[in-house]
């Protein structure tokens, strides 16, 4: 960098107001900005410092004849603030300071005193007058209290207004990020202690003011001032290619992902909404980031897997915008891939010669083998086929049983029908005949496939080029999958370091699988961390997603018990609306008619999804959705959502794990469908049919919080109990 260079970095408000701007001076602020970075001596920016500005630092500089934008400058570092017509901006400049707050550990712009008594705003317009009528939000909390959390001095007449959430909400605008999650928390119920941890990154926070170069870049200034790592970085940043999440995070989501190294396998926790996967995106960029600067650590690689291909698809185009460059060419040092389809590829290398039976007409020959098995054996009084069958998916192939003896050894907890060692002896006998069959067929289930991976793993000592391992949704993984993930990296002489970096919550598990982490070699105490704010949906819909989880017993992913408490979201929102009909033609109108509705936030329909049970449900909703005229995009498995296709998102509830939309609508839920009829009946045991209810209710929940601003919930007949009227 030359001595006329600068390192420019952006807030938050200077986006927002960007995106206002016509096009033609949107082009040539990037003109400008690419100027600045590279020779600011260059004619035409003509930067000038603002006559009578509360601020010596405040700078304006020259876009075109009309506009202009406005930074702070300190030394090599510029910080944008603001882009406005040329009065506008300077009006806007002139009554702004920029100050950095040792308690927030961040960078704040305030509006000065002489302008307004009301609080500090990033955007032109001050915030309405407001008179108080009745008690105050925040009159337990003393001003000495208030500032001692960070809050300015200038805001707290302001703050003393706010009546309801609804009113801080609404001056959401007019404050900086970290003061409302302050503020916000306070409202939600977390207790003066709570509020350091939960909102700020750091344990132990500066005592001095920061060097500005340094302030910039404390996790809690980057919650909303974007500082590119270099031109490429800014590019795409201009050109609109960077979302939000992939440039501002939270304090603990930024102190968690950039962590600089984990002394062994790491877990993040959280529920619905609160960035976990945002989490895991960032930091396998932090992992190829290392790999890429060591020149000795050519070929290394990050693998990052889940459990559903789809969901590896919807990763690996978001990581493609985050950070294409660990993701280019024909050997990435990112690798995206689903776990089912990694074990594939690499047994394939490998000469195994048995088919991985998945779905299709392989799996109806294994319906048949079970017939088979079952026709010729001798089972105890008492146990169904059904039940036998569930008991070699649950216990034999998840726990990975391979001997009699271990069947008469392991734990089968949570199972509701007890077997003594009579039982288990008939029973293995029949095992050893299903499992005898499938290998002469040629045929083998996932469960097999990952024991088969591990074996040739810890035999050969394969030397994988993986240097670490990047898992989202955890707790959709069984024990074989976990116990192959720990394999892929093993615990070396060496140690652990950044072997594994997992995040997951059991809240959302929807499929049947449950694994310790601790009983699959995976040690996380010590690096576990709970992320507990919810950014996607509002507290309204928070909540009554929650509340159907009502009565769900929840692990940790490890060997203990998992709560929602202390989760809430950063805004409140409306109530969800719920609301049934006699029959579904009725309720199919009637979501046709909501969905012509224009939202208040006027958004367009590529952020509206309608989700359903089944694929049915879809085909029929897909075939009135376009009778009506309306265009449709139905996501299907192994579809990613392509933004820029036009169209309400249809989707089944299991498909649209791990997206969001603005507006969502549940529909179709038929008391037959919520449980579905089918699977009750084929419960082996009142255990059995208490995890299909709980599944269902934890498929309701993750349907529930795909929501961001709105969410409608219709049945037809009865409703549903699981899904609350």
């Not at 934008?69 to 882009?83: E, F, N, P, S, T």
């Not at 040739?456 to 670490?468: A, F, Q």
């Not at 990296?489 to 699988?513: C, M, N």
């Not at 509002?538 to 408490?565: K, M, N, P, Q, W």
């Amino acid at each position: 960098m030359t001595e006329t260079q600068y390192r420019v970095s952006f807030d938050v408000a200077c986006m927002k107001a960007l995106r206002k701007l016509p096009s033609k001076v949107m082009e040539r602020f990037h003109d400008m900005v690419l100027k600045l970075m590279v020779d600011p001596s260059r004619s035409g920016l003509n930067i000038e410092s603002i006559q009578g500005a509360q601020d010596p630092a405040m700078r304006s500089f020259r876009i075109d004849q009309g506009y202009r934008a406005i930074g702070y400058l300190q030394g090599g570092d510029l910080l944008l603030l603001h882009v406005d017509e040329h009065d506008k901006a300077y009006r806007w400049a002139t009554n702004r300071t920029v100050q950095f707050n040792t308690k927030l550990n961040r960078i704040q712009i305030l509006e000065s005193a002489t302008a307004s008594e009301a609080a500090p705003a990033g955007n032109a317009a001050a915030p309405p007058e407001r008179t108080r009528k009745g008690p105050g939000l925040f009159d337990p909390y003393t001003d000495l209290e208030l500032t001692g959390l960070g809050i300015a001095e200038k805001q707290i007449d302001r703050i003393r207004t706010y009546e309801t959430e609804a009113d801080l909400e609404a001056d959401r605008t007019f404050l900086d990020a970290t003061s409302y999650d302050v503020l916000f928390s306070l409202a939600a119920g977390f207790s003066l202690q709570e509020i350091p941890d939960l909102i700020l990154a750091n344990d132990r926070l500066p005592t001095a003011k920061l060097e500005f170069a340094e302030a910039l870049r404390t996790d809690e200034s980057r919650q909303d001032i974007f500082v590119p790592d270099d031109e490429e970085d800014l590019r795409r940043f201009l050109n609109g290619d960077l979302e939000g999440w992939q440039v501002f995070l939270h304090p603990e989501q930024r102190r968690i992902a950039y962590h600089r190294a984990y002394k062994g396998p790491a877990l993040v926790r959280g529920g619905a909404g609160t960035g976990k996967t945002v989490v895991a995106m960032h930091r396998a960029k932090h992992l190829a980031d290392a790999i890429a600067k060591d020149a000795g650590r050519k070929g290394d690689k990050v693998l990052f897997t889940t459990f559903t291909s789809t969901l590896a698809q919807d990763v690996k185009a978001n990581l493609a915008t985050l950070c294409p460059e660990h993701l280019a060419g024909p050997d990435p040092v990112i690798e995206v891939i689903n776990l089912d389809r990694w074990v594939g590829d690499f047994l394939k290398r490998r000469g195994f010669e048995r088919n991985i039976v998945y779905f299709g007409e392989d799996r109806d020959r294994l319906d048949d083998i079970w017939t088979e098995v079952l026709a010729d054996a001798i089972l105890p009084e008492g146990l169904s086929d059904e039940f036998i069958k569930d008991e070699w998916a649950q216990i034999i192939q998840a726990k990975g049983i391979g001997t009699e003896r271990d069947y008469f050894m392991v734990q089968r907890t949570g199972r509701g029908t007890p077997l003594d060692r009579r039982k288990r002896r008939a029973l293995w006998t029949v095992f050893e005949a299903y499992r005898a069959k499938m290998v002469s067929e040629g045929l083998a289930e996932p469960d097999d496939a990952y024991r088969e991976a591990i074996a040739i793993l810890e035999k050969d000592r394969t030397r994988l080029p993986y240097s670490s391992v990047v898992v989202d949704e955890t707790q959709d993984m069984g024990e074989p999958a976990l116990r192959l993930i720990r394999a892929i990296v093993p615990k070396s002489g060496e140690g652990d370091r950044d072997s594994l970096f997992l995040v997951g919550d059991a809240h959302q598990r929807i499929y049947s699988r449950k694994a310790s982490l601790l009983g699959c070699g995976i040690e996380v105490r010590g690096s576990a961390s709970r992320l507990r704010l919810n950014y996607r949906t509002t507290e309204l819909i928070r909540r009554y997603a929650v509340a159907v989880l009502e009565g769900v017993a929840v692990d940790d992913l490890d060997d203990d018990f998992d709560t929602l408490s202390g989760y809430r979201s950063l805004r409140r929102g409306a109530d969800p609306i719920r609301i049934g009909y006699a029959t579904p033609s009725k309720e199919i109108a009637a979501l046709i008619d909501w969905l012509k509705e224009v939202p208040p936030d006027g958004n367009t329909p590529v952020s509206t999804a309608v989700l359903v049970r089944t694929n049915r449900q879809l085909s029929e909703i897909e075939a009135a959705l376009g009778a009506a005229g309306l265009e449709v995009f139905v996501l299907r498995n192994n579809r990613p959502d392509d933004r820029i296709t036009p169209g309400v998102r249809l989707a089944t509830m299991h498909r649209a794990k791990g997206l969001e939309f603005d507006r969502v609508a549940l529909a179709l839920l038929s008391s037959e469908m919520v449980p579905p009829r089918q699977a009750l009946s084929h419960a082996v045991d009142e255990a059995g049919r208490r995890e299909v209810i709980e599944r269902e209710k934890s498929l309701i929940h993750v349907a529930g919080t795909r929501a961001r601003s709105e969410l409608r919930v219709s049945w037809h007949g009865i409703r549903p109990d699981l899904i609350l009227g």
